[in-house]
């Protein structure tokens, strides 16, 4: 039957709650230059292409002046543009671009620590103990007779110690200062109001420039337990959570850090409408915890980090979709799905993986098993076609559109990542997501710069994956991305409920979204084809469907549950 077309009497879902979005990975989307970083200018010229695609809005991951120890997260100033990106002139221009194609605009925000070349820590290490500049970070004395031990246990998320000592400046042993993350990359003291006010005035600062909205780095960070105790666990960069047996760890998700999400929401609703918003980032478990996050008067969307994580697994992925809707609807808050992004392996790779048990690879190198490039695609279109079918928001990650793998054959002496080297070679790290996006075959680098020069070499199978391979060839990732986007908007898909279809085998993944409309979105990851109900009418399908209309192994669809075709819908059978 067709899809009914009722009046709708509801005001209309702010745009987060569905919104489709975008992130770019400046230094990897466009090089305007020829130098191997990709710029604000390279931005605003591809812009077009995610006009395009059918998202709402755009991620950029930080842009800001940086010494580039951890690939911009390392922030020197938090107002400026770092050189290898462009200027705020050029800021200005990629912002009103996108405003120009109806795209919103979200930057990050790294709010746990800066850069050891911030001018606030340059002054910090010449001020000396006791000092005002000092207690804008965490500064403390050492164990021990000479204070020659650190002041705990703390390990970096990067491997090492989480403290350096420095030389004061009568040459003397000093203070040590707590980075959880790079030893570049000191924490702030966020029980020092100086911190907070610095901040506030930042997010101003952009906010008055145009921007629509942050993405807040280490969201549930910021805030350190009350004498700093020791915590005897090894950390990854992923594991900032409580696990089983241990206690909750005292540098992560502490009471207080929701006082700041509430006083930034604050300062966002003072913007009016359309919404300004604040999305975490925060590895919290479990879930309902995690929530806390998105509760009214905090933050409006978090990453949705389970099922990023989660294997190619019906019971897993059914668990994680079925408590993060529940968890989430407990607070009045959206579902933020996540299949791909900077930090992890992509998910056209990450699917082509052996199953196994424990969490997934740091990165995949050449002497690592390899994925099967066929089956991981085929799984990652599939789950693609789950998740944008499913309520809430949903941000995608710069190439997934063009079923981009990880780079798994880079050459060890090429990785950037400060991963590598401080794990000693134990951890490869994110690079292999991280590579230059390809945008024309036969280009120079692939059409990302005018130039062959990239900051991370491509492989060259990624050539096969350009933009102008894919754009209107049926059934490409491509374009399949771009109908998925069409029919989500048409449907109003993320604005509406879900309820699990009964009648499937425990390995398919089924859900009546938008019961009122009757929409099945069902994913077979079971052995064997599944049919469709009676009468389905088939929407969209992330792959072909057998000759009897059955949906293979590996493969999802959406359906309109009824007697008679719609127009543009085909029967299950085709």
């Known amino acids: ?116 070349e911030h001018p606030w820590f340059q002054e910090a290490l010449a001020a000396g103990p006791g000092s005002r500049a000092r207690r804008r970070y965490i500064f403390r004395d050492g164990r021990g007779p000479a204070g020659e031990e650190p002041p705990n246990d703390w390990l970096s998320i990067f491997g090492g110690p989480a403290w350096t000592r420095v030389t004061e400046a009568d040459g003397s042993p000093g203070q040590w200062y707590l980075h959880l993350f790079l030893r570049k990359q000191p924490d702030f003291d966020w029980s020092n109001p100086e911190v907070a006010d610095e901040f506030e005035d930042v997010i101003r600062f952009w906010l008055d420039r145009g921007v629509d909205g942050f993405r807040i780095d280490v969201a549930h960070g910021m805030i350190k337990a009350p004498g700093l105790p020791d915590y005897d666990v090894t950390a990854h960069y992923s594991d900032h959570t409580l696990r089983p047996g241990t206690p909750r760890p005292p540098m992560w998700d502490q009471p207080p850090v929701h006082d700041i999400h509430r006083r930034w929401r604050r300062i966002t609703d003072g913007y009016g409408e359309p919404a300004r918003i604040l999305c975490a980032e925060a590895y ?31 019971a897993d992925l059914r668990s994680v979709i079925d408590s993060s809707i529940a968890a989430a609807e407990a607070v009045g808050a959206p579902v933020t799905w996540v299949l791909s992004n900077h930090d992890e392996v992509r998910h056209a790779s990450r699917y082509g993986l052996p199953s196994g048990s424990g969490r997934l690879p740091n990165g995949v190198g050449p002497d690592d098993p390899q994925p099967d490039r066929p089956a991981g695609l085929r799984r990652a279109r599939a789950a693609t076609t789950l998740v944008l079918g499913l309520p809430g928001s949903v941000y995608l990650y710069q190439g997934e559109e063009l079923g981009l793998p990880e780079s798994t054959l880079m050459e060890h002496s090429a990785r950037r990542d400060p991963t590598y080297e401080r794990s000693g070679g ?51 990732t491509l374009e399949l991305y771009r109908e998925l986007l069409r029919l989500r908007r048409e449907l109003a898909l993320g604005t509406g409920t879900s309820r699990a279809a009964e009648g499937f085998p425990a390995d398919v993944l089924a859900y009546t979204v938008r019961p009122d409309r009757e929409i099945l979105v069902l994913a077979n990851l079971g052995p064997r084809p599944v049919a469709l109900p009676p009468h389905a009418r088939v929407l969209v399908s992330s792959g072909p ?21 719609s127009p543009g819908e085909e029967p299950a059978g085709r």
Not at 286 to 300: C, I, K, N, T
Not at 550 to 565: I, M, N
Request: net charge negative; with cysteine.
């Open 545 to 565: 469907l057998t000759e009897a209309g059955e949906v293979p192994t590996d493969t999802a669809v959406w359906a309109v549950l009824g007697s008679s075709p």
């Open 426 to 476: 134990r951890e490869l790290g994110r690079d292999g997501c991280r590579v230059p996006m390809p945008w024309e075959k036969d280009a120079p680098s692939f059409g990302f710069g005018p130039t062959d020069a990239t900051w991370l070499p491509q492989p060259p199978y990624y050539g096969e994956y350009a933009v102008d391979q894919q754009d209107g060839v049926e059934g490409s």
């Open 284 to 314: 919290v478990k479990p879930v309902g915890r995690a929530m806390e996050y998105v509760r009214p008067d905090e933050l409006h969307q978090a990453f949705n980090f389970d099922i990023l994580q989660a294997y190619w697994d019906a």
């Open 1 to 116: 039957m067709p899809v009914p077309e009722e009046p709708d009497t509801q005001p209309p879902a702010p745009w987060w709650k569905h919104a489709v979005i975008y992130q770019i990975y400046p230094r990897s989307w466009a090089d305007s230059t020829g130098d191997g970083d990709g710029d604000l200018r390279g931005i605003a010229r591809r812009l077009p292409h995610l006009r395009t695609l059918g998202v709402d809005a755009v991620w950029l991951s930080p842009f800001y002046t940086s010494p580039q120890a951890d690939n911009g997260y390392d922030v020197a100033d938090h107002r400026d543009v770092d050189p290898r990106h462009g200027t705020l002139a050029d800021f200005d221009l990629m912002l009103g671009t996108a405003h120009g194609l109806g795209l919103k605009v979200i930057i990050d925000l790294v709010p746990n620590h800066s850069s050891d």
